[in-house]
């Protein structure tokens, strides 16, 4: 298709910066909403909130937008894709029915039971009574607490034994910030092995399985610390080869979609399984309903095909008619730089330099996760996650040596990330040596 093609990208982070940037390259004009200072570099930034649905109806009409793509999952459970659709516009992503795969963990237990997808065993609570009942009266055991609803990633409590649970429990019935995510609690099996990402695209029928990522949710390197949006990620794994992806697709992705469609609840957009590679298998610990971020910059930079072509496929149900996409040989690896604090509250406003010698590195490609410009020009952090530091490579030492010589030319007040992004796979393959794992 021509490069007149005018596509809206929804929401303001490193996810959406790459998401700009492929969307850009294969001639599409791009616009983002917010957006940030990275964005503004590959497309127009347009000063309207990814959760602001009636103003970006109101912009997408206007402008003609042919196609809105959108990131975040707040806007899609608020119901931006129904809005869209109600209004005669072509969009990206699930409905806010269907996005309840994400927004509600209760609803997505209900799903995976229903297609009999491996899953952790679950109890389902309405108040903290019952839910403490439960855990006083049953054996002394490994848990894991959760918010039924949206609770920005804090809602999940890994617990060692009972003590931790009941008062995990104690938390979701008296914190505030739970009150709505904390209507209902689930009490689930804690499980155990490696935790792996692998997202999908989706017409509602038809899916197009994407190469395994793993992400590294811990602040700390070694997996120490408090739990993030995620501090880096690479792709593929090894720890998913070409026949446990297929495995995956066949028991987890398709009886997924199937299950959603035979709820009447047809999902188009991505299905994103985050999941437990345990003793019995790969077990679904959650599922998102859009790309995750990092692993949206890790996967992109190795993508050959045409995103757009994809999408739009997608959003006008004929993903059957796609080519399989065809992927950068090597691997990449995606550090995220963070701001001093996070995941705490940060201060905002800092120079940041060395964007330009970064970028200059043959192979990196440097996402904005949040920042602005400032009063002189310069770019300076806006948030906690600030940059997704990416690079591509034959190898993913190579990769991974690439983008950590991007990230030491980048320097700010404060500025820190792990330093063990993808080490775990490096392991791995040493310890594997001789029988290199298929890779999709
Ligand atoms: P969720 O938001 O459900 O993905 O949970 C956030 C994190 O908590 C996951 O990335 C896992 O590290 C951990 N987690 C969630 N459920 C379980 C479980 N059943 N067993 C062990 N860890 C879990
Ligand atoms: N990186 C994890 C997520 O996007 O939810």
Known sequence: MSGSRRVLVVGGGGREHALAWKLSREGAEVFVAPGNAGTAAVAQNVPIGASDVPALV??????????????????????IVDAFTAAGLRIFGPTSRAAQLEGSKLFCKQILHRGDVPTAMFQEFRSVATARDFLMAREDMP????????????????????????????????DPQFAAAARGILVEERLDGMEVSVMAITDGRTIVTLPPLQDHKAAHDGDQGPNTGGMGAYCPTPFVDGEMLADIEARILVPTVHALRRAKVPFQGVLYAGLMLTAQGPKVLEFNARFGDPECEALLVRMESRLLDILDAAADRRLDDVEPPVWRPGASVTVVMASEGYPGPVEKGRPIRGLDAAAAIEGVEVFHAATRRGADGGIQNDGGRTLAVTAVGDSLARAKLLAYSAVREIRWPGAWCRKDISDKAAAFEVESAGGAGARP
């Open 58 to 79: 109101a912009f997408a009409r206007d402008r003609g937008i042919d196609l809105t793509v959108v990131g975040p999952e707040a806007p899609l459970v608020a119901g």
């Open 143 to 174: 848990v894991v607490v959760k918010a039924d609803g949206l609770a920005a990633g804090k809602g999940v409590f890994v617990c060692d034994d009972r003590e931790a649970a009941v008062a995990a429990v104690e938390t979701l019935g008296s």
